[in-house]
């Protein structure tokens, strides 16, 4: 059911219909990554820049991003250009960087993991070292919006891991980019900057350049041709998550004010045209009362055009019969961000299994965790909350398992080994072993 004339556009279903989930899936299906028509165009750009380096990188920038770049040293940020646009901001946004940088730095430094290890009482010893990753590569879109906020939630995480050397990728549209995006990297200490973006940035960093450092890791969210790009060079690099477009459900009681929640669902639509904004829930006047609401604050919006997309594209307003049924639903969508604007939120906490990022109560819009709240806002999207979790720390470090034998403890070992490994027909396996058996 579509919306009334003079109301903006979104679907208005009752989960207590006919064919409600069939709606339900085929409206939050998300499957662009998998055209076929960009896979070529980005298997051939990363095919180039395998095989070419710096020239292919400079060519598909210029030719992308509209720049007259003669060589790749032309897209490097120094890190005195880096500081310029620290000290060029003025004081409140920069106060408001370093505020929020300082929150994300102190909730991720929770996230820590340390080394461990144990002794059995025949002296051997167990355990588990934890490493940093080397090297890091951050993808920070750039486009129809600057992100000063995504280089804080990528580079800050491996900073606290302890990451030696942070490489960022941003794109610079007509040599053009934002001294906040900048302003960030210096805050944030990323090491080097390079302004190229798309497969191109993707193929530099996980395969390197002349120019450009072979990174072990991508993180950082992108357009289609970002996350195609991502997928392909999985492997030859770790990769953090393959992104979605930004989602956000809200689930609310119906006494939360209209408005606010309104611009929560305008707070996802307005990223782009396939973002997804969604409420639940139980109170059908609350419903209309929100509709009504976002028709008479969209005229005011900005970016009104793309939210008007995004909600008549991929938004809907959702009726349940009860809370019991909202979360069932929720659960079945695990969205990115999900809103429990309602009552004792804490309440709702066990029955919720699928989530990114879970904000709690009536007054916590989902655009503080974008900016300041300290959680990473890097989150899984597409329903992989199912299985996957937000950026951190963790994404950070890697592990290695520690195994010491004393000479009792070899020999208790190898006893147990060597019958596994000849019931599974690996003589060596056994043998080996067995020579640490004493007799």
């Not at 998998?34 to 020239?55: C, F, H, P, T, W």
């Not at 900048?182 to 002349?210: C, K």
């Not at 997804?276 to 829930?281: F, K, R, T, V």
């Not at 009552?343 to 904000?359: H, K, M, T, Y």
Request: aromatic share 6%; with cysteine.
């Amino acid at each position: 059911m579509t919306a009334p004339q003079g109301l903006c556009q979104i679907a208005r279903l009752n989960a207590c219909d006919d064919g409600f989930l069939d709606a339900l899936d085929a409206l939050t299906a998300w499957d662009e990554v998998k055209n076929s028509s960009i896979e070529k165009v980005v298997a051939e750009i990363l095919g180039d820049v395998r095989m070419n380096g710096d020239k292919a990188l400079v060519e598909y920038t210029n030719r992308f991003d509209r720049r007259e770049c003669l060589s790749a040293d032309e897209l490097c940020i120094t890190s005195g250009a880096l500081q310029l646009a620290l000290d060029s901001i003025d004081i409140e946004t920069r106060l408001a960087l370093e505020q929020a940088a300082q929150r994300i730095k102190d909730y991720h430094a929770h996230q820590l993991q340390q080394s461990w290890q144990y002794k059995e009482l025949n002296g051997t010893m167990l355990g588990q070292q934890i490493t940093p990753i080397e090297r890091v590569g951050i993808y920070v879109p750039g486009g129809k919006a600057s992100y000063p906020s995504s280089v804080l939630m990528n580079a800050i995480p491996a900073r606290v891991a302890g990451v030696k050397e942070i490489i960022m990728m941003v794109p610079a549209p007509d040599g053009e980019i934002s001294p906040l995006v900048l302003a960030a990297a210096a805050i944030a200490g990323v090491d080097r900057v390079f302004t190229a973006g798309g497969a191109q940035a993707i193929g530099a960093l996980a395969y390197g350049t002349e120019t450009v450092p072979k990174v072990d890791k991508i993180v950082g969210p992108g357009n289609s041709y970002v996350a195609m790009a991502k997928r392909f060079v999985f492997g030859a690099v770790g990769l953090d998550m393959i992104a979605g477009p930004s989602e956000i459900l809200v689930i609310c009681d119906g006494e939360t004010n209209p408005d606010w929640i309104a611009m929560d669902l305008f707070s996802q639509a307005e990223h782009d045209e396939e973002a997804q904004s969604i409420l639940i829930s139980w109170d059908p006047a609350f419903i209309t009362a929100v509709h009504k609401s976002m028709s008479k604050l969209l005229p005011d919006m900005e970016r009104r055009d793309i939210i008007t997309k995004s909600l008549a594209n991929r938004g809907a307003l959702i009726q349940v019969a009860d809370s019991k049924q909202a979360v069932e639903i929720s659960n079945r969508i695990a969205p990115e961000h999900l809103e429990l604007s309602v009552e004792s939120p804490e309440s709702w906490l066990p029955d919720v299994r699928n989530a990114g990022a879970i904000f709690m109560g009536r007054h916590t819009a989902e655009a503080l965790g974008d900016y300041c709240a300290g959680p990473n806002h890097v989150l899984p999207t597409s329903a992989t909350s199912r299985f996957s979790s937000p950026l951190g720390v963790y994404d950070f470090q890697k592990r290695s398992s520690l195994i010491y034998c004393s000479e009792q403890g070899a020999s208790e070992l190898g006893k147990i080994a060597s019958v596994l490994g000849r019931g599974e027909s690996l003589t060596a396996h056994a043998r080996s072993a067995e020579y640490r058996i004493k007799d």
